[in-house]
Antibody, heavy 112, light 109 residues
Framework: EVQLVESGGGLIQPGGSLRLSCAAS????????MIWVRQAPGKGLEWVSM???????FYADSVKGRFTISRDNSKNTLHLQLNNLRGEDTAVYYC??????WGQGTLVTVSS | QAVVTQEPSLTVSPGGTVTLTCGSS?????????PYWFQQKPGQAPRTLIH???NKHSWTPARFSGSLLGGKAALTLSGAQPEDEAEYYC?????????FGGGTTLTVL
């Protein structure tokens, strides 16, 4: 059974950094494309970043240069490094596997 | 960046049929966009109904179907149930970048 469990969210001051993790089970992260999606309070879904099986990465313009997606094959885990955080980054962050398997999300709140 | 367009809101009668659409500002939606459809209810994570135009998951009710229709991706609900009242989002691929539609609020009334 495919399962994704996000962690690492929390309250962080503007300009700060966080690393989100998405622990996978039931499949190998390196064999699927993986996506990070976020949802600001009361807003729609926003695509954030993607990593393909070959390791190529892509980012939304809103996070390019500040966020970095990566995977740890030894731990079968996807990561999202969030740097230079802004108030508008406040959201629930979800990971999704290609084919449409979702985690439950982790909340990031950027506030002083 | 491309803009993905969905109907902001739709209403369907119980037992009725409704089609939600997903258009792209760059031109017709094709299989190269790998269209997804998601359902989200308040306070819950999104749930995938359809991937790659028309592929369903084991949890996708049979009354939902996906297709390409008139240059758009389409999600058709046949025989609407009260529990289908939710927000529906589509997602399209643009050669590495992905873009969500703004969502459709579906009311079953």
């Amino acid at each position: 059974e495919v399962q994704l469990v996000e962690s690492g969210g929390g309250l962080i001051q503007p300009g700060g950094s966080l690393r989100l993790s998405c622990a996978a089970s039931g499949f190998t992260v390196s064999t699927s494309y993986m996506i990070w999606v976020r949802q600001a309070p009361g807003k729609g879904l926003e695509w954030v970043s993607m990593i393909y099986r070959d390791g190529s990465t892509f980012y939304a313009d809103s996070v390019k240069g500040r966020f970095t997606i990566s995977r740890d094959n030894s731990k079968n885990t996807l990561h999202l490094q969030l740097n230079n955080l802004r108030g508008e980054d406040t959201a629930v962050y979800y990971c999704m596997r290609g084919g449409g398997y979702w985690g439950q999300g982790t909340l990031v709140t950027v506030s002083s | 960046q491309a803009v993905v367009t969905q109907e902001p809101s739709l209403t369907v009668s119980p037992g009725g049929t409704v089609t939600l659409t997903c258009g792209s500002s760059t031109g017709p939606v094709t299989s190269d966009h790998y269209p997804y459809w998601f359902q989200q209810k308040p306070g819950q994570a999104p749930r995938t109904l359809i991937h790659d135009i028309s592929n369903k998951h084991s949890w996708t009710p049979a009354r939902f179907s996906g297709s390409l229709l008139g240059g758009k991706a389409a999600l058709t609900l046949s025989g609407a149930q009260p529990e289908d009242e939710a927000e529906y989002y589509c997602l399209l691929s643009y050669s590495g970048a992905w873009v969500f539609g703004g969502g459709t609020t579906l009311t079953v009334l």
